[in-house]
């Protein structure tokens, strides 16, 4: 499935891509919003390889396992590919310094702020995260798109309407929108 792009776009799974339904522990519960498809078939159009980067410490807190993640992701590609849409890779991390399952519980360089995720992206696709961008309904990713020097897109959708009044030590996201169809037409006209 791997190919070689020079930018991507890093996009927060719950909340963004899907309803944030809390922990998500089953198939059935993926919710697109009515945007999502078409959202991320113009990314795909664009050349912009599409990244799924995703915190579920579900895992690590043993509320699920990494089976039922991929069950999850599987059922989104297919989703996604009967609208004629494609994301790239799904990548999440399943730690948690505070999980009960003893080998995730800790402190980990994948979690969101944390880099790690977006560091197999430039592996796997030789993306420049300099040029690409983040988008996410939480300041977490917002912080992502900071520590690796990506464009960071908040969405109000999912957490983000909350979030957006109450951001950490005035971080500012570059653009703040409504979500992700709209968070597709900023990167579109910012590539
Ligand atoms: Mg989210
Ligand atoms: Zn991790």
Request: aromatic fraction near 8%; include cysteine.
């Amino acid at each position: 499935m791997s190919g070689r792009f020079e930018r991507a776009v890093f996009l927060d799974r719950d909340g963004t891509i899907i309803e944030e339904v809390g922990y998500l522990d089953r198939p059935e519960r993926v919710e697109f919003f009515p945007w999502t498809i078409d959202a991320i078939r113009v990314l795909n159009r664009a050349g912009l390889a599409v990244v799924l980067v995703s915190n579920q410490s579900g895992i690590a807190r043993g509320f699920f396992t990494e089976a039922v993640v991929d069950k999850v992701h599987q059922k989104m590609a297919e989703m996604l590919a009967a609208g004629g849409a494609r994301i790239d890779a799904y990548y999440y991390c399943p730690h948690h310094p505070e999980g009960s399952v003893p080998e995730l519980a800790k402190v980990c360089e994948c979690r969101k702020p944390a880099r790690g995720l977006v560091d197999r992206a430039v592996t796997e696709f030789g993306v420049d995260p300099a040029r690409s961008f983040v988008v996410g309904d939480r300041w977490l990713d917002i912080g992502l798109a900071r520590t690796v020097g990506a464009k960071g897109l908040l969405v109000r959708t999912g957490y983000g309407e909350r979030e957006e009044g109450k951001p950490p030590n005035g971080m500012k996201a570059d653009a703040i929108v409504d979500n992700l169809i709209a968070a597709s037409s900023w990167i579109l006209k910012n590539v």
